[in-house]
């Protein structure tokens, strides 16, 4: 089974400064990789995702992502964070297009105005 | 894009009632939906995988007959959380796997249990 850690537990950060949520997980096996953002009392919203192809990964609200095979990581930036990117942020790392999906414990991002 | 429902929102019961959360893929025919338990400040626990057609499949340390998931059709897949307590109050997301892009999981908005 995979193993996906997030190291930060809580990231605040000061609004329009630059931002990095990173992720590591276990397997070196082929994986999908996502990134999800939940607001409060809110599921899930895919912010990007990283099948196949190029190793950076631009999603949605202007993130992107960079999967380092090597490194087994796949860290989520941002150049200028919002008051709006104040959210929970989870990495998930799925074996195949069939297979479960695995979660890291999430990284609560908090934009200080 | 895909999107998926869940309903109620919120729900609030007394212990000892049943509480049925409803998932339904809207534009889509989801053939694996996966359920899944937040609290607080956590992760997403997986509870149980289900399948159209078929039995759920449990993750060990979840009780099947506490927490009856039954998936009848491509697009609607439901949780009953049977004599609930107040221990049971928690955050529900159904996700669901399907349709163009297997390889993405669409997430439902949530539930709200509370069990007073």
């Known amino acids: 089974a995979q193993s996906v850690t997030q190291l930060d537990s809580q990231v605040p950060v000061f609004e329009e400064a630059p931002v990095e949520l990173r992720c590591n997980y276990s397997?070196?096996?082929?994986?999908?990789l996502f990134w999800y953002v939940q607001y409060p009392n809110q599921g899930l919203q895919l912010l990007l995702k990283y099948l196949s192809g190029s190793t950076l990964v631009k999603g949605i609200n202007g993130f992107e992502a960079e999967f380092n095979k090597s490194q087994t990581s796949f860290h989520l930036r941002k150049p200028s964070v919002h008051i709006s990117d104040t959210a929970e942020y989870f990495c998930?790392?799925?074996?195949?297009?069939?297979?479960?999906?695995?979660f890291g414990t999430g990284t609560s991002l908090t934009v200080i105005p | 894009g895909a999107v998926v429902s869940q309903h109620p929102s919120w729900v609030i019961c007394k212990s000892g009632t049943s509480v049925k959360i409803e998932c339904r893929s809207l534009d889509f025919q989801a053939t694996t939906m996966f359920w899944y338990r937040q609290f607080p400040k956590q992760s997403l626990m997986l509870m149980a995988t289900s399948n159209e057609g078929s039995k759920a499949t449990y993750e060990q340390g979840v009780e099947k007959d506490k927490f009856l998931i039954n998936h009848a059709s491509l697009t609607l897949s439901t949780l009953t959380v049977t004599s609930a307590h107040p221990e049971d109050s928690s955050f529900y997301i159904c996700?669901?796997?399907?349709?163009?892009?297997?390889?993405?999981?669409?997430f439902g908005e949530g539930s709200r249990l509370t069990v007073l």
């Open positions: 397997s070196s096996v082929s994986v999908y």
């Open positions: 998930a790392v799925s074996e195949g297009t069939g297979n479960q999906f695995y």
């Open positions: 996700s669901a796997r399907g349709g163009l892009r297997t390889g993405e999981l669409f």
